[in-house]
C-alpha cells in the first residue's frame, strides 16, 4: 500500500510538472504574440489617423480581463480618434470603428502574415479622406500584401493595380468578368514625368542665352 501510495503521489507531481510547462509555454507564446499586436497597433492606428491638422494621431490599445491567465480571459480594445475623449467602441461612428478595425486588422496580419486579404467594402462609412489613408497604407505595403477589395468608391480604382468587373452578358445569360491592368498607365505616367525632367535639366544647363538661341530650333521642330 505504501508503495502503490508512493507511486500515485510521483505520479501526479509528475503530471502537475507538466501541466504547469504547459501552462508556462501557453502564457509565454500568448503574451508574445498580444505584445507584438498590441505594439503594432499603436503605430498602425497612429499612422491611420493623423493628418495635417492632427500630426500625432489617435490612439488605441489592448488591454487583457486577466493578467495571470490571460487566454482565459477577454481582450478588450479601446480606440480614441484625435481630438476626442476615451469612450466605449459601441459609441463610435461607423468611419472610426471602420478604422479602427482595420488597424487591428493589419496588426494581427504583422504577426502572422496571410498571403493576401479580401475586403468587401470596407470603405462603405470612410470619407474620402479616410479611403485615401487606407489606400496609401496598402500601397505602401504592398510588397508583402495583396489586397482584393470590392469597393464602389472611385478612389480605390485611382489608387489600384487593376481592376476586375462582374457584369451580365445578356447574348448567353450568365456573368462576365472585365479586366484592367493600370500598371501600363503608371508606367506611362513615369516615363512621361522623366522626359519633363530630363528637359528641364537640359533647358536649365543651356544657360538664358543659349535658350533664346535653341528657342526658335525647338519650336520649328514642334512644327515639323
Known sequence: CNEDFSELRNNAKDATKRFNEIKRQRTDRFNAAFQHIADSLTSIYKDMTKSSKHPLGGKAYLSVDDSEEPYNGGIKFTAMPPMKRYRDMEYLSGGEKTIA????????????????FVMDEVDAALDNINVLKLCNYIRQRSDDLQCIVISLKDMFYEQSKGLVGICRDVSTNSSRTLTLDLTKFDQAKSELSATKERKRRRMSSLGPRKRERASPQSDQETEQ
Not at 101 to 116: D, E, G
Open 101 to 116: 478595425a482595420l488597424s487591428l486588422l493589419f496588426a494581427i496580419h504583422s504577426f502572422h502574415p496571410a498571403p493576401f
